[in-house]
T-cell receptor, first 115, second 114 residues
Framework: SQQGEEDPQALSIQEGENATMNCSYKTSINNLQWYRQNSGRGLVHLILIRSNEREKHSGRLRVTLDTSKKSSSLLITASRAADTASYFC???????????????FGQGTRLTINP | NAGVTQTPKFQVLKTGQSMTLQCAQD?????MYWYRQDPGMGLRLIYY???????DKGEVPNGYNVSRLNKREFSLRLESAAPSQTSVYFC?????????????FGPGTRLTVT
């Protein structure tokens, strides 16, 4: 079963606008990650936020995490046509991992940036 | 560096046929993973290997077997393919350094079972 629920499932905005995607999850986590997937390609890691962090920035990306609500959001500012892709949140579980992370992915948000 | 490579890119099988999906990484990572992605869905973990010589089941292991051939290579085998295994398969690798759990993904294998 999927851990994460992403909202919205699809988002279409104009170039230059900000895009916000939300992710909710069910169990306690060690960290939450966001990945991007361009059509027909593999996933690319964007950003990781630890369970004891509330906000993190990377370039035009801003991620927030609210562990009390079991939710996260990804904000992409000043969107570009090249940001058109699907975006997935993935949660890393608590507990020993032997160095591996059994990530659980949400269903994704399909983002379209219109020129 | 090629990163994570997967072969083949596309495959069509008949029900009951077998095949092996190959994955290799050149980043000297200890951990490797196999996921499947169905239309409109996120990825689901099939099997993973925390380090060379170990493999463990993920969320959806039924119908699959894996082999961690060496540190670089991790293969996924379908012994008797079923239409429900029609999917895109992704291999990934990672290395735990500090707080870095980033996974690196291959380009995927698109498998159709008829």
């Amino acid at each position: 079963s999927q851990q994460g629920e992403e909202d919205p499932q699809a988002l279409s905005i104009q170039e230059g606008e900000n895009a916000t995607m939300n992710c909710s999850y069910k169990t306690s986590i060690n960290n939450l990650q966001w990945y991007r997937q361009n059509s027909g390609r593999g996933l690319v890691h964007l950003i990781l936020i630890r369970s004891n962090e509330r906000e993190k920035h990377s370039g035009r990306l801003r991620v927030t995490l609210d562990t009390s609500k079991k939710s996260s959001s990804l904000l992409i500012t000043a969107s570009r046509a090249a940001d058109t892709a699907s975006y997935f949140c993935a949660t890393g579980p608590q507990g020993p991992s032997q160095g591996a992370q059994k990530l659980v992915f949400g269903q994704g948000t399909r983002l379209t940036i219109n020129p | 560096n090629a990163g994570v490579t997967q072969t083949p890119k596309f495959q069509v099988l008949k029900t009951g046929q077998s095949m092996t999906l190959q994955c290799a990484q050149d980043m000297n990572h200890n951990s490797m993973y196999w996921y499947r992605q169905d239309p409109g869905m996120g990825l689901r973990l099939i099997y993973y290997s925390a380090s060379e010589g170990t493999t463990d089941k993920g969320e959806v292991p039924n119908g699959y077997n894996v082999s961690r051939l060496n540190k670089r290579e991790f293969s996924l085998r379908l012994e008797s393919a079923a239409p429900s295994q029609t999917s895109v398969y992704f291999c990934a690798s990672s290395e735990f350094i500090g707080w870095t759990y980033e996974q690196y993904f291959g380009p995927g294998t698109r498998l159709t079972v008829t």
